[in-house]
Nanobody
Framework: QVQLVESGGGFVQAVCSLKLSCAAS????????MGWFRQAPGNEREFVAF????????AYVDSVKGRFTISRDNAKNTVYPHMDSLKPEDTAVYYC?????????????????WGQGTQVTVSS
């Protein structure tokens, strides 16, 4: 079992930055690739970013490329999505998820463990 806890969400103005965190406990964190997803009201949960176990492979949805950066610190069992130039359309509940295996994974169903989510609200 892996337990994931997101933090760092909040209310920010457009163009501002925000750094979320996802702390993991349980089985060896470095064995898992991590994904970030988000869900806005009335929308389905969508993929945002991916990072493999070593941090050397990342992937992003087109809408956040150049604005979001995902990193991880395996010594601290934590993954960090850093979000710059935030837009009102980034408003959503952000979830981190963990999966075994290294290949890039964009689909929700490929992830084994999920956090409870953290709300990010961006005002215009």
């Amino acid at each position: 079992q892996v337990q994931l806890v997101e933090s760092g969400g909040g209310f920010v103005q457009a163009v501002c930055s925000l750094k979320l965190s996802c702390a993991a406990s349980g089985r060896a964190f470095s064995n898992y690739a991590m994904g970030w997803f988000r869900q806005a009201p009335g929308n389905e949960r969508e993929f945002v970013a991916f990072i493999n176990w070593s941090g050397r492979s990342t992937a992003y949805v087109d809408s956040v490329k150049g604005r979001f950066t995902i990193s991880r610190d395996n010594a601290k069992n934590t993954v960090y999505p850093h979000m710059d130039s935030l837009k009102p359309e980034d408003t959503a509940v952000y979830y981190c998820a963990a999966r075994s295996g290294s290949p890039v994974a964009l689909q929700l169903g490929l992830y084994d463990y999920w956090g409870q989510g953290t709300q990010v609200t961006v005002s215009s």
